[in-house]
């Protein structure tokens, strides 16, 4: 009896340091795992983002410019089939949100997206962090997912019978 106990405790404590990483993986499976310090040493940007009445400032880095280290097509190259990639973010309690590829790519559109690590001039605390994906132009933070553990780019598009379809 002692044992199941022991191993559920032992999970338990494990879950936070988990936690402390983001994994990527990229349309072909390249992964990459990403520590709060990795993170906070890329370039940031941020915006003031209203969540349930209240004004946050957010600092994080572009989710476009995470996915293009797992291999993740951007500009020029996010077209055909790439587009119907989709992005999928998992949280460390189970919570998914689903973007479309070209939904991140500031070439396609002009709110940005951004992996936070910062609120209001400070780290994000426990209850939201290490890291928390921020939707800019959202009306609600529905899609604002936090305590984000994993980001995957998943492809969908199949070929097209005449190949990929150009504008």
């Given at each position: 009896?002692?044992?199941?106990?022991l191993?559920?405790l032992l999970?338990?404590?494990?879950?936070?340091?988990?936690?402390q990483?983001?994994?990527?993986?990229?349309p072909?499976g390249?992964?990459?795992?990403?520590?709060r310090?990795?993170l906070?040493?890329?370039?940031?940007?941020?915006?003031?983002f209203?969540a349930?009445?209240?004004k946050?400032?957010?600092?994080g880095?572009?989710?476009?410019d995470?996915?293009?280290?797992?291999?993740?097509?951007?500009g020029?190259?996010?077209?055909?089939r790439?587009l119907?990639?989709a992005v999928?973010?998992?949280s460390a309690d189970?919570?998914q949100?689903?973007?479309g590829?070209?939904?991140?790519?500031?070439?396609?559109?002009?709110?940005?997206?951004?992996?936070?690590d910062r609120?209001?001039?400070?780290?994000?605390?426990?209850?939201?962090?290490?890291?928390?994906?921020v939707?800019?132009?959202?009306l609600?933070?529905a899609r604002?997912?936090r305590?984000l553990?994993t980001l995957?780019v998943?492809?969908l598009?199949?070929?097209?019978?005449?190949?990929?379809?150009?504008?």
């Open positions: 009896m002692r044992t199941p106990i191993a559920v999970a338990a404590l494990a879950l936070p340091a988990a936690a990483s983001l994994m990527l993986k990229g072909t390249q992964t990459l795992s990403l520590s310090a990795d906070a040493a890329l370039p940031h940007v941020g915006f003031t209203d349930h009445g209240r946050h400032a957010y600092e880095v572009p989710l476009i995470l996915l293009a280290r797992v291999g993740a097509p951007t020029k190259a996010l077209g055909g790439a119907a990639n999928r973010s998992t189970g919570y949100v689903v973007f590829l070209g939904e991140a790519d500031p070439g396609t559109r002009a709110n940005r997206i951004i992996i936070a609120a209001d001039g400070a780290p994000l605390d426990d209850k939201e962090g290490p890291f928390r994906l939707v800019e132009g959202d609600r933070p604002g997912a305590m553990t995957e998943i492809p598009g199949t070929a097209a019978p005449s190949g990929d379809h150009v504008h």
